[in-house]
């Protein structure tokens, strides 16, 4: 997990929100705040593949300040739990979270909606 730009506190927040959706839910989440090398698309899916035998379980979200972007990755088990109109809605609110000026509240909720959807459906 990368947090660039934020505070020790916010970063330790997101990583407990991160540890307790893993949890609840069985999957992996990670989390990646920065500026991509190549296309967003492609440097979150890089980033998911990079967990390699754990990729199938894992979900990346993939944070783009500077260029307002935001990216969810799914392994293929965790589709089953989390299908693309679910991470779709959740982004959907994260985003709207992120142009209000609020990044870690955005990623928070995001987290914690994503492993709360994996859980329901466990």
Known sequence: MA???LT???ADDI?????VAERRSG????AFLGPPVGTRRHFAERLHAALGEEADDAVVIFVDVAGRALEIVTGENA???LPDTACRLTAMSMATAFS???LVGGLLYGIGMLGE???ARR
């Open 27 to 30: 999957l992996r989440f990670g």
């Open 3 to 5: 947090m660039r730009g």
């Open 117 to 119: 959807q994996a859980t």
């Open 79 to 81: 589709r089953r739990r």
């Open 100 to 102: 209000a000026g609020d």
């Open 15 to 19: 990583r407990q929100a991160l540890t």
């Open 8 to 10: 020790s506190t916010q």
